[in-house]
């Protein structure tokens, strides 16, 4: 069992850990549940995003210990990638590439996320991970990964999203908010309660978009789409999942939801 994660923990990794390490006493794995922190550089494509990611080794430890890690391991960027190409690419699958999501605003994410996870798993050599909700492109992504991995099977937990008593997912970027936007983005995840009342997924994007700009961000995108493939939805789909992602403060934010047509 492990649970990959770039550290700056909070209590939504906390939830995972825990997660992890009940799923390992259930199902009996000796290794119980390994915790990976590292900070990859191959899914930043801007520089100065690296350089400014927190870090917190000591606390995460302590946080990994709480929450009943068995073993916490924190590479070096040469331990995970000792050759200097920073080893193969896996193919990426074909949901990384879903239009007008991440892919499109972050070009060679997904890329930089298949390459580590892939790296991890080598590793730690896992039956399973827990990955959270909060990023779902992300979560599809290392699920169609994972069934692939080596000729064998790692089975991906997903873990719903830890949110604050405000409604804005729990995310490493949060500390970054300086006040005025971070009381702003609690505003955020009224997004989702109106689009919730849209008699179409069409009408549901721009209620979406609507709601977050005037929380003050500035909206990537907004866009309601089939859960797992992501593709858009066809003519009259009455279920989705409606993924979004601003800048606030300067601040870059993501956050998903299921979506159901409201009754006529």
């Not at 908010?177 to 179409?200: C, D, Y």
């Not at 992602?245 to 993501?254: C, F, K, Q, S």
């Amino acid at each position: 069992m492990v649970v990959p994660t770039m550290g700056a923990l909070h209590a939504g990794h906390a939830a995972l850990i825990r997660a992890g390490a009940a799923l390992a006493r259930e199902r009996h794995l000796g290794a119980g549940c390994i915790v990976t922190i590292f900070v990859n550089p191959t899914q930043f494509n801007d520089p100065a995003d690296l350089e400014r990611y927190p870090r917190s080794l000591e606390a995460d430890a302590a946080l990994c210990r709480e929450a009943g890690a068995a073993c916490v391991l924190a590479p070096a960027v040469h331990e995970v990638y000792p050759k200097p190409d920073f080893s193969p690419t896996p193919a990426l699958p074909a949901v990384a590439t879903s239009p007008g999501l991440e892919d499109a605003r972050r070009p060679g994410h997904f890329a930089g996320v298949c390459q580590v996870v892939h790296r991890l798993f080598e590793i730690t050599g896992p039956t399973c991970a827990m990955f959270g909700e909060k990023d779902w492109q992300q979560l599809q992504v290392v699920r169609a990964l994972g069934l692939s991995w080596g000729g064998r099977r790692v089975e991906i937990v997903p873990v719903p999203t830890v949110r604050e008593a405000d409604g804005l997912a729990m995310s490493s970027r949060n500390a970054q908010l300086l006040p005025l936007a971070r009381r702003a983005a609690g505003g955020l995840a009224a997004a989702f309660v109106e689009a919730s009342r849209a008699r179409n997924w069409e009408e549901a994007e721009a209620t979406t978009a609507r709601a977050l700009a005037r929380s003050g961000a500035e909206v990537e995108y907004a866009a309601v789409r089939d859960p797992l493939t992501l593709l858009p939805l066809p003519p009259g789909a009455r279920e989705g999942r409606i993924l979004w992602a601003v800048r606030l403060g300067g601040v870059r934010l993501i956050d998903n939801a299921p979506w159901r047509a409201a009754s006529a």
